[in-house]
């Protein structure tokens, strides 16, 4: 039997369905059917909360959600949004919907071939009794929570749900932000042993730069989870709410072990520079000396060099050494001109 992503992403599935459980309040949860949901698309208190977990971009699923959820109007625009920032918004129910909020997360980027700080999106709709979850990309955090549910350590509703989504997003970064530092021992080892290279400032830029992207998204994530913890629905239990400081608390060490590897970056890509600076500045200080010796070697050959039948003044007495103050005038004038510039500037 083939695993039920693989039967959902084949659009057999009633298209676009990548999973529904029954959350039983004990942290066990089971399958749960399509046509289950049909009769019962909000959950309740007796049976359990309903985890219904989409692919976005499946039209069939995106209909549903439109005709048939029971989601606020308002709310469907950042739950279909493409690229959206985190975020949080309440709605409230009426003319039959429920009321619930919408919470976008983002994740590190753990499918094989794609760049880590290329983060990836969850939007989740919650209510009551009911999670909605749609992704594009998989995440790895959701298959973890999935899994934990049906060995009977997942989330106990709808409430505990998101903050375990968000911790779990948090987690899956930590070793990320490991291998960055690591990543920048090994810049700054090679930095005070001397090395130089175009490589090592290409490896630092790039650490820094992934540092940026990542905090793009994590800090407002941080921002978004704090308000999550202080509005939190009625439904919401104390547990709840501690929960959900727990989980800003994790995205705001991600926050700040981010800000310290980028300031490490950016403090090894100055010295670098400033490195890089000096070096020119000894070459150029080499080729001046060098300059400086062959000027005079320069001048006499030049002098020598000099067709005196030609020259003005070559029959006067005094011709070459009129020559030759005339240079040496030119010279003084080039250099108080020059002084003189440099002064202004």
Avoid: C
Avoid at 195 to 218: F, K, M, P, V, W
Avoid at 308 to 323: K, Q, R, S, T
């Amino acid at each position: 039997m083939p695993p039920p992503d693989a039967r959902n992403d084949a659009l057999d599935y009633r298209g676009g369905l990548l999973g529904a459980y029954r959350l039983h309040g004990n942290g066990q949860g089971t399958s749960v059917a399509w046509e289950a949901l049909e009769a019962d698309p909000l959950g309740d208190a007796e049976a359990g909360d309903l985890w219904i977990h989409l692919e976005r971009t499946a039209p069939k699923a995106r209909a549903w959600l439109k005709a048939h959820a029971r989601i606020p109007d308002a709310a469907l625009p950042a739950l279909f949004s493409d690229d959206p920032r985190p975020r949080l918004a309440h709605f409230a129910g009426d003319g039959g919907d429920v009321a619930g909020l919408v919470i976008i997360l983002r994740g590190a980027n753990l499918n094989e071939g794609a760049a880590v700080e290329d983060m990836v999106s969850v939007r989740v709709w919650i209510d009551e009794h009911r999670i909605v979850t749609l992704r594009r990309r998989k995440i790895a955090t959701i298959a973890s929570m999935r899994d934990a549910l049906l060995k009977g350590s997942g989330p106990r509703d709808s409430a505990e749900f998101v903050s375990r989504l968000a911790s779990g997003l948090s987690d899956r970064l930590l070793p990320v932000l490991a291998r960055m530092d690591e990543r920048m021992d090994d810049a700054e080892s090679s930095l005070a042993s001397g090395e130089h290279d175009t490589e090592l400032r290409n490896e630092i830029a790039g650490i820094r730069r992934s540092a940026i992207q990542i905090r793009r998204y994590i800090q407002p994530q941080r921002e978004v989870l704090g308000e999550f913890a202080r509005s939190a629905p009625p439904w919401f239990s104390r547990a709840d709410q501690m929960l959900a400081l727990d989980a800003m608390d994790g995205a705001a060490r991600i926050v700040d072990g981010i800000d310290e590897i980028r300031d490490r970056a950016s403090a090894a890509y100055e010295e670098l520079t400033v490195l890089a600076g000096e070096r020119a500045t000894r070459q150029s200080a080499r080729l001046t000396a060098v300059a400086t010796v062959f000027l005079p070697l320069g001048l006499i050959a030049g002098v020598w060099g000099m067709n005196f039948d030609n020259l003005p003044f070559a029959d006067h007495e005094w011709g070459v050494w009129i020559i030759l103050g005339l240079m040496l005038l030119t010279a003084a004038g080039s250099a108080i001109a020059a002084a003189l510039l440099a002064h202004r500037r």
